[in-house]
């Protein structure tokens, strides 16, 4: 783990700390309040807004493929997908990224009243030809993950076997200037296919039952090292966020990213995030509802 790091997270403990230490107090200032013949909703109030001007609760969509026709398995339609975001705007969300979530948890930023991000997985050419215009059209800023191995692909690596075209890293570069889309990482190449990579094939991020634990760690590190040179080459940036493979992670891979710099990493689970201002850990293993071609987005999201 690098010093910053080491730092954020002793510093992020001192605050959960500190956050446990203020709840464990609320009854004793409670009793305090009575004594003092003070109204209970207005200590109320004011304990509630000490507690909820430093979290934020933060939902996460996760989208794929966008199709012409009616999608399946997963995939959504530029139809439903427009009506999906003109939906977003009407119920009052604001789609921010993740520099803006780092700089509520790490310093002063601050989150707009219904925050949301949209993400897309894999890094489809779909998403360059359909989502990124209805996404501009919109006002709506979104991160796609990136399969590094896949970029620029309409064939499983060096399988010759077809399969759904992803954009290429010119695509990747000119998504990102417009300050629309932010490339992140799906991981280089941990996105195995039973069938058509090396049996048995490793789930997603995680270790192989016949590796050991520092084979595993170097692989993970050059995975991290090989993606990381291609941003910079490509993007002129780092990678700084990471969406785990099928949503699979273990506390092992979770460090292991933390230590090549993720300040953010997401999974596959349907929840909304709670993140913590000072608690830069509360933007790790983030939640997020896959949306397909008959999700209600506004009951989703318990409008
Ligand atoms: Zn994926």
Same mark, same amino acid.
């Given at each position: 783990m690098g010093e910053r790091q080491l730092i954020l997270y002793r510093r992020g403990a001192l605050c959960f700390f500190a956050a446990a230490l203020l709840l464990a107090l609320l009854p004793v200032l409670n009793q305090a309040r009575a004594q003092l013949g003070l109204s209970a909703s207005i200590f109320r109030s004011v304990a509630a807004l000490v507690l909820t001007e430093r979290t934020a609760e933060v939902p996460i969509l996760l989208y794929h493929h966008i199709t012409e026709e009616p999608g399946e398995g997963g995939a959504v339609s530029v139809e439903i997908f427009n009506e999906q975001m003109t939906a977003l705007v009407e119920a009052g969300y604001t789609a921010v990224t993740f520099a803006d979530l780092d700089a509520f948890v790490s310093g002063d930023g601050a989150l707009p009243d219904k925050p949301i991000l949209i993400t897309f997985d894999d890094g489809y050419e779909s998403n360059y030809t359909h989502a990124y215009p209805i996404l501009k059209e919109h006002g709506l800023k979104a991160t796609i993950f990136v399969i590094g191995v896949s970029v620029g692909k309409n064939t499983y690596k060096e399988t010759g076997q077809a399969m759904i075209p992803h954009f290429s890293w010119e695509q990747a570069a000119e998504m990102e200037a417009s300050?629309?889309?932010?490339? %992140? +990482?799906?991981?280089?190449?941990?996105?195995?296919?039973?069938?058509?990579? %090396?049996?048995?094939?490793? $789930?997603?991020? $995680?270790?192989?039952?016949?590796? +050991?634990?520092?084979?595993?760690?170097?692989? $993970?590190?050059?995975?991290c090292d090989v993606m990381q040179a291609l941003f910079q080459e490509h993007l002129g940036k780092s990678v700084s966020v990471t969406s785990f493979p099928l949503g699979k992670n273990d506390l092992l891979s979770q460090l292991i990213l933390v230590d090549n710099n993720m300040i953010a990493t997401l999974t596959t689970v349907a929840e909304t995030n709670r993140i913590v201002k000072g608690v830069p850990q509360s933007l790790h293993k983030l939640g997020r509802y896959a949306v397909g071609e008959k999700t209600d987005l506004i009951r989703l999201l318990g409008e």
């Open positions: 300050g629309v889309i932010t490339i %992140e +990482s799906h991981g280089y190449d941990l996105h195995e296919v039973a069938g058509l990579d %090396e049996e048995p094939i490793r $789930l997603g991020i $995680l270790r192989k039952e016949d590796e +050991s634990l520092e084979d595993y760690r170097t692989f $993970l590190n050059e995975d």
